[in-house]
């Protein structure tokens, strides 16, 4: 029992800073995500704007604040440069056809509202993002 619990707090304290900069990523993007889907929903509902026209405008404006906001406060990376932001950017047009593939699977076979749509989608892209991101942010120069 006690060889389990060492094993098992020697790993904690291995994976501890990932452990903290994934809860960081994902705060981070719970705020942009609320943010960014107030937007959504204001341009979809209020403005009457299509609904793709509508989360591709917010995924641009998204995409520029989590690169920002994860650089700074997620992975602590004091440089920032057009290369990461080109690789980040690259990430997060992944998660965007990621999403609009779950989206429009969602709307259009499951019948879901368009306006719930979106907040379902992001659940399956999550884990991927966070390491490409962790990747870009730590590991390009």
Do not use: W
């Amino acid at each position: 029992m006690f060889i389990i619990k060492d094993k098992l707090i020697k790993n904690f304290k291995l994976y501890k800073g990932k452990l903290i900069e994934y809860l960081k990523f994902n705060l981070i993007g719970t705020l942009n995500f609320i943010i960014s889907q107030i937007f959504y929903l204001t341009l979809y509902m209020f403005f009457k704007i299509n609904y793709i026209i509508a989360y591709t405008f917010t995924s641009v404006i998204s995409i520029s604040a989590s690169y920002y906001f994860n650089s700074k406060y997620t992975f602590k990376e004091k440089k920032y440069s057009l290369k990461k932001y080109f690789f980040s950017f690259l990430v997060y047009l992944f998660e965007y056809a990621l999403n609009l593939c779950i989206i429009l699977i969602l709307v259009n076979i499951f019948n879901f509202s368009k306006a719930i749509a979106p907040l379902i989608s992001p659940v399956f892209s999550t884990i991927p993002v966070f390491f490409l991101m962790r990747l870009v942010i730590k590991h390009t120069e």
